[in-house]
């Protein structure tokens, strides 16, 4: 069984702290990895897709990659109220194209 | 582009009963998914189209779960004989293959309430 792993939360940090997210999975052929934020009773929206070890980075958000330990990471810099959500790990495994989903860990970011 | 689009977008109906939920993609996207969502839990797979063909199903979908595409376009899900525990956001997504950027873009969802 195909699993991913994640903190479900609440993760609390002040406004304008960094948000430090982390995701275990345990298919070593694991090959796409992406990052959902989920707004309570909404669908999920894409934050980050990362495909090679290392760091990728866009605006506030960075990915982080690490194949060898199996773990992938989020950091949200200067956090503000409206990142409060739940934020999904998914993972996509290198003999499909279904995504296998964490259940998530919930951000609140207090003012 | 319009992004995904679902319908209905919320569904109540009496167990025992059969419904069925559309899924429009984005124009051009080839491949098409379906994910079922429990309240705290991730999406769960279902199954996923290319074109007209469905190239993978759960193996934990129920028989009374079926999923068609018949012209690659839209897509329905229909399920049979309703029961409780198929209360559920029923995701649909889409995204183009063959590019390096393997995103699914996800539509607003059907959420299903079994009474």
């Known amino acids: 069984q195909k699993e991913v792993e994640q903190n479900s939360g609440p993760l609390s940090v002040p406004e304008g702290a960094i948000a430090s997210l982390n995701c275990t ?69 290198d003999d499909t194209d279904k995504l296998i ?10 003012p | 582009d319009t992004g995904v689009s679902q319908n209905p977008r919320h569904k109540i109906t009496k167990r025992g009963q059969n419904v069925t939920f559309r ?17 705290g839990q991730g999406p769960e797979f279902l199954t996923y189209f290319q074109n007209e063909a469905q190239l993978e199903k759960s193996r934990l979908l129920s028989d009374r779960f079926s999923a068609e595409r018949p ?10 004989r309703t029961e409780q525990g198929d209360s559920a956001m029923y ?25």
């Open chain 1, 101 to 110: 989903f964490g259940t998530g860990t919930r951000l609140q970011v207090f």
């Open chain 2, 91 to 115: 995701l649909c997504a889409s995204r183009l293959s063959g590019l390096a950027e393997e995103t699914q873009y996800f539509g607003p969802g059907t959420r299903l309430l079994v009474l």
């Open chain 1, 25 to 93: 999975y345990s298919d070593r052929g694991s090959q796409s990895f992406f990052w959902y934020r989920q707004y309570s009773g909404k669908s999920p929206e894409l934050i980050m897709s990362i495909y090679s070890n290392g760091d990728k980075e866009d605006g506030r958000f960075t990915a982080q990659l690490n194949k060898a330990s199996q773990y992938v990471s989020l950091l949200i810099r200067d956090s503000q109220p409206s990142d409060s959500a739940t934020y999904l790990c998914a993972v996509n495994g």
């Open chain 2, 71 to 80: 012209k690659g376009s839209f897509s329905t899900l229909e399920i049979q």
């Open chain 2, 23 to 39: 899924c429009d993609p984005i124009s051009e996207h080839n491949r098409l998914y379906w994910y079922r969502q429990t309240l």
